[in-house]
């Protein structure tokens, strides 16, 4: 069995991987190679990326795409797309192309309010919580001053504080629900100092309250920290068009707009659909929010409790038809930032930047719940017409024939005579067998 080890992270990165070598992957003869492999050859590049996370060996690469004709609110945009899922910026890009003929997409930002919470512990009365609460709020505020000035002088900053009781649900337990502007940052950092301070305070002054010192009961705050869960930080984006601009060569605009509503229905009514229904939807967020840098965690814990709101976890996206007009559209809670955090210091993540044209976070909210839309549509049209899986294959015929380690003479085959034939793992095994006899 391996020893455990003390002080790694003071080790050289030599040292790790030779530990590393040593201690799991005696077994794997060029592992050391190919961690190195994926080393940038400009050495002040691989530093930025050692220095993103303790314990960097190497770099683990994600394709970085671009899904191009995005025509949103009459301007056209190219997505830089990140992800490792053969056929996302495909449906996205089709999906791009097939609404820029019909009008594009609409997006709008409802609210950008974010928020975070000070739980604390507190078996006194209630009353004199209410009390001091009251009396400590202008310190807390007060209290965070040095931390706000920048963000107040931009025109953010915090909104707001109220005391929440939950000892009803929770013995003793309360929290200060502090509300906040971040602008164009994601905001953790800010509002977690922020809360760090007001907890402080809260606990500080605690002390000298008559009221608590006659009982000699204080609060005790357990932690405090920003909330993922940002409902009052919303985006809608739409797409609307007449039934008869759905008519295609394979299918009648309106038979295939009632199909579309009706699997909208079920993902609003059954949670195994819309766990699956909403990944989709995620497939096209989340690329974006990787490509630009944000973080795809918050992002997801987020829109998921979202989609969970009314007690059951139903459909992000919704769809009607209104006499002979198809509309669909999303409403999702995105809290990310186009300053601070990884954008501005990877390299690529700039570059998603400037192919974006420098959106601010407001627009950046528009063009993520856009690429949710495009890629819902794009799989919800497929799963209704003709299923996911031809184009699903096509796109993955790559990885199979790579997996198969194909020449490129054998790939370009293969591409060929799959343009007519369904894909399947055996069915390009059986290919190259004939192919190499
Ligand atoms: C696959 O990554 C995503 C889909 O399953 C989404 C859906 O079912 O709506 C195709």
């Known amino acids: 069995m391996t020893q455990p080890i003390s002080g790694f992270s003071k080790k050289s990165k030599a040292e790790k991987i030779e530990w590393l070598a040593a201690n799991y992957l005696q077994n794997t003869p060029n592992a050391v190679e190919t961690l190195r492999k994926y080393w940038n050859e400009d050495a002040a590049v691989q530093q930025l990326h050692d220095d993103f996370i303790e314990n960097t060996l190497s770099n683990y690469y994600l394709p970085f795409g671009i899904a191009p004709n995005f025509l949103i609110n009459n301007s056209m945009y190219a997505l830089p797309m990140v992800t490792e899922e053969s056929s996302v910026v495909a449906a996205a890009s089709n999906a791009a192309k097939f609404w820029l003929e019909r009008g594009g997409f609409k997006a709008e930002v409802i609210s950008t309010e974010k928020n975070g919470q000070i739980h604390f512990n507190f078996f006194g009365s209630e009353k004199d919580m209410e009390a001091f609460f009251e009396e400590v709020k202008p310190k807390l505020i007060e209290s965070i001053q040095s931390i706000e000035k920048n963000m107040k002088a931009r025109g953010g900053g915090l909104l707001g504080l109220s005391l929440v009781d939950k000892s009803h649900i929770l013995d003793g337990y309360f929290y200060i629900h502090a509300t906040f502007e971040t602008l164009d940052a994601m905001g953790a950092n800010?509002?977690?100092?922020?809360?760090?301070?007001?907890?402080?305070?809260?606990?500080?002054?605690?002390?000298?309250?008559?009221?608590?010192?006659?009982?000699?009961?204080?609060?005790e705050v357990v932690m405090s920290i920003l909330s993922n869960y940002v409902p009052e930080c919303l985006v809608r984006a739409e797409v609307s068009c007449k039934l008869d601009e759905l008519t295609t060569k394979?299918?009648?605009?309106?038979?295939?707009a009632e199909k579309f509503v009706r699997a909208i229905e079920i993902a609003k009514t059954e949670t195994r659909r819309a766990v699956t229904h909403n990944k989709g939807i995620m497939n096209g967020v989340d690329a974006v929010v990787l490509a630009t840098g944000n973080d795809f965690r918050a992002v997801e814990a987020g829109v998921h409790a979202y989609a969970a709101r009314n007690s059951y976890y139903g459909s992000l996206t919704h769809a009607k038809i209104e006499a002979d007009s198809f509309t669909f559209w999303i409403e999702v809670p995105l809290a990310v930032g186009t300053v601070g955090g990884l954008t501005s210091l990877h390299p690529l993540t700039k570059l998603a930047f400037e192919i974006l044209q420098k959106p601010n976070a407001k627009e950046l909210m528009k063009i993520l719940a856009v690429a949710g839309l495009a890629q819902n549509f794009a799989a919800v049209r497929s799963l209704v017409t003709t299923g996911i899986q031809k184009g699903h294959m096509k796109m993955h015929l790559m990885n199979i024939l790579n997996q198969l380690q194909a020449s490129k003479e054998e790939k370009n085959e293969a591409v060929r005579y799959f343009t007519e034939q369904a894909v399947s793992h055996s069915a390009v095994v059986e290919f190259l067998e004939k192919t190499r006899k």
Do not use: R, W
């Open 190 to 219: 800010f509002i977690n100092s922020c809360l760090e301070q007001i907890a402080h305070t809260f606990e500080t002054e605690a002390k000298d309250f008559e009221l608590f010192q006659k009982k000699e009961t204080y609060p």
């Open 250 to 256: 394979q299918y009648d605009g309106k038979q295939f």
